[in-house]
């Protein structure tokens, strides 16, 4: 060092702090870098992704390398700047002093915040090709850095703390899913984000969330006068209808009105003949996931199940309809009885039909009703209450101001729903 000049000192100095910068920047580099994007890269056989795989999966000898090549590097450069103050001041102790506050300061800024920084906001451009230069330097450290990372584990199995190495193995959950998919909206248009997020749901939700209920079922009643049963196929406007005898809990098939063409054009058509047409009933247990169902009426080949509970009781039923709803939104074409559930008002209030899934008023209306309890806005309105209300009552859901319209019996038929009220009113509440 004697025969070094003030200048070779200094620039010795400043490469010391760009290598310190370096690790610095790889290990954040490192640790930030997407996994996903890296397995993307990966399979698309990218060299230096691969090569930052093989090192992120032994995470303790990367971490162990960076960090050992980092203090030296720290520790060299407090040496050299000493080496250069004594060579301008001479042995100063204030001199010492400043020096040593003023190298904290430059390897704080210059090799740790400005680089890391740098690589937490560019963590593939910075991690991948510093892995060529980490491979060899790990092999060089590793005596010393085996010996460190044996007192750690050592220091870790004394604490009884397990510690995971190989993030190669990490599993991405549905949440994680759902988090990518909101973070895609610059990438993907708003309709198919929401689609996106509609299919990761599908897994959330049940048959029951979804299904017509028992009492709103359209179906055949095979016992019934002809003329009647006649006219019902006639009017309806399903494709596919339950059939039962004498009560919905005796279903004995379900009837494609396709096939019934030919019994309608019968001179003398007997229930019977019409019971021969029928096609088996497939009955759904009621807490079947909606993505699992999909699939089930896929293998199948059907469109159309009857939900039941665990004693085996009619709840009401499901189409494969329905579930594409949940993932694509309302079709256009809708029976009669389904585009009057509601009608707008003046002040931009909503008639309801108190049946109204709140699934759907969620779906159609960008309402937030909580959907962890009651299926229906009545069931909704009864759950908020705890007791069965009178007309004119008014109530508050989901920042909504409700008033109960029309009641029959123990149900509530017609409400008025407002529009949501500032969050600051809310709060007042």
């Known amino acids: 060092m004697d025969d070094l000049t003030l200048g070779e000192i200094f620039a010795l100095l400043v ?10 920047a790889a290990e954040t580099s490192m640790m930030a870098l997407n996994r996903h994007r890296l397995n993307a890269l990966i399979r698309k056989g990218n060299k230096a992704a691969k090569l930052t795989a093989k090192l992120l999966s032994k995470i303790d000898k990367l971490l162990g390398s960076i960090l050992f090549g980092n203090t030296l590097l720290n520790v060299a450069a407090a040496a050299v700047t000493n080496l250069f103050i004594l060579r301008v001041f001479g042995a100063s102790e204030l001199a010492l002093l400043l020096g040593t506050l003023g190298i904290t300061f430059v390897l704080l800024v210059v090799s740790e915040i400005l680089p ?9 451009r910075i991690a991948l090709p510093s892995s060529y230069l980490l491979a060899p330097l790990i092999t060089l450290f590793h005596p010393v850095v085996s010996v460190a990372s044996a007192l750690v584990k050592g220091i870790f199995w ?3 703390i397990k510690i995971q190495t190989d993030h ?13 998919m909101l973070e895609a909206h610059h990438f993907l248009p708003r309709k198919q984000q929401k689609m996106l997020l509609n299919l990761v749901d599908l897994e959330r939700i049940t048959v029951n969330d ?6 709103q079922i359209e179906a055949l009643n095979l016992n019934t006068k002809l003329e009647e049963l006649r006219q019902q196929i006639v009017t309806s406007h399903h ?6 005898a004498d009560n919905l809990d005796n279903i004995v098939g379900i009837l494609h009105l396709k096939r019934a063409l030919a019994w309608l054009r019968d001179d003398e058509p007997a229930n019977s003949t019409l019971q021969n047409l029928l096609l088996d009933p497939y009955f759904i247990p009621a807490d079947t996931p909606l993505l699992t169902q999909l699939q089930h009426f896929q293998e199948k080949r059907l469109r159309l199940g009857l939900v039941v509970d665990e004693y085996g009781e009619l709840l009401g039923l499901v189409t494969l309809e329905q579930i594409l709803e949940e993932i694509v939104g309302e ?22 039909e108190g049946s109204i899934s709140v699934r759907e008023l969620n779906r159609k209306f960008g309402f937030h009703f909580p959907l962890d309890g009651a299926k229906t806005l009545n069931g909704l309105i009864l759950e908020h209450l705890q007791d069965i209300p009178e007309a004119g009552t008014s109530l508050k859901i989901a920042n909504h101001p409700i008033e109960i319209v029309q009641t029959q019996g123990r149900v509530v038929k017609v409400v ?3 529009p949501a009220l500032p969050c600051d009113d809310e709060a007042a509440d």
Do not use: C
């Open 239 to 244: 494709v596919l209808l339950p059939v039962y």
């Open 210 to 215: 979804v299904m017509v209920p028992r009492n």
């Open 116 to 124: 890391k920084i740098l690589a937490a906001s560019h963590p593939e």
């Open 15 to 24: 490469l010391l702090l760009v290598l310190g910068a370096w690790f610095s």
């Open 168 to 180: 190669s193995q990490q599993k991405m959950t549905l949440d994680d899913l759902r988090g990518l």
């Open 158 to 160: 004394l604490l009884r």
């Open 331 to 352: 079709f256009t074409t809708q029976s009669p009885h389904q585009t009057g559930r509601f009608l707008r008002q003046d002040h931009d209030s909503l008639l309801m």
């Open 416 to 418: 008025r729903i407002f």
